[in-house]
């Protein structure tokens, strides 16, 4: 298995599932995960769909301009990190972001989201 080919799989199917119907990121996250959306700290996947879907905007488009990944730890885990441009629906301008994941691979042979750090960059 290539790091950088599931790095790019995992983004692709996060990216597209998160603009067409955020609730269904669920599967991606368990109770121990936990998402650092600007600064605030959210834990269990319930709890993390929550928040994502109430963020104040119906429809988003995500662009990704760099993909990295690293291998993390004995367990197999993998850490990847996102930057790109978010567009809103209405608004003229992208927004810059930065997301970082680590993937933690399950019994079944798939990974979930066991860490996810969010940050949007201003210029």
Excluded: W
């Amino acid at each position: 298995m290539d790091p950088d080919q599931v790095a790019k799989a995992f983004v692709e199917h996060y990216y597209t599932t998160f603009d067409a119907n955020r609730t269904g990121l669920a599967n991606l996250y368990q109770e121990g995960s936990m998402l650092t959306f600007e600064g605030q700290k959210i834990q269990g996947s319930q709890s993390i769909v929550a928040k994502l879907t109430s963020l104040p905007f119906a429809q988003c488009q995500h662009s990704i301009t760099t993909v990295d990944c690293q291998p993390s730890g004995p367990a197999g885990g993998m850490l990847v990190f996102v930057s790109g441009n978010l567009q809103l629906a209405g608004e003229q301008h992208a927004l810059k972001f930065s997301q970082m994941f680590h993937l933690m691979p399950t019994p079944s042979g798939s990974f979930y989201v066991l860490n996810d750090i969010f940050r949007l960059n201003y210029a």
